[in-house]
């Protein structure tokens, strides 16, 4: 996203929404990398849940993680 995603409405708003929440940060480190969440089950389960950020400040949904972790089963093979 570089340079363009400062120029991105969706990216202000998520960073407006944190700060009312009292988020604050040390600004150190990359900060252009974008994260994601992954839910893996275990054995031939594969991917559960895959949540890529597609701007900076995307949340994925606790409900949606905590439901594919609950779908995990320690016995797969």
């Not at 340079?3 to 940060?25: I, P």
């Not at 949904?61 to 797969?76: R, T, W």
Request: charged letters at 20%.
């Amino acid at each position: 996203m570089m340079l363009s995603g400062f120029f991105r409405l969706g990216v202000w708003q998520n960073f407006f929404r944190a700060w009312r929440s009292g988020y604050s940060g040390n600004l150190e480190g990359e900060g252009f990398t974008l994260g994601g969440v992954y839910v893996l089950g275990a054995g031939r389960q594969g991917v559960l849940l895959e949540h890529r950020e597609k701007e900076f400040g995307d949340k994925v949904s606790l409900p949606s993680v905590l439901e594919a972790a609950e779908k995990i089963n320690p016995q797969a093979s």
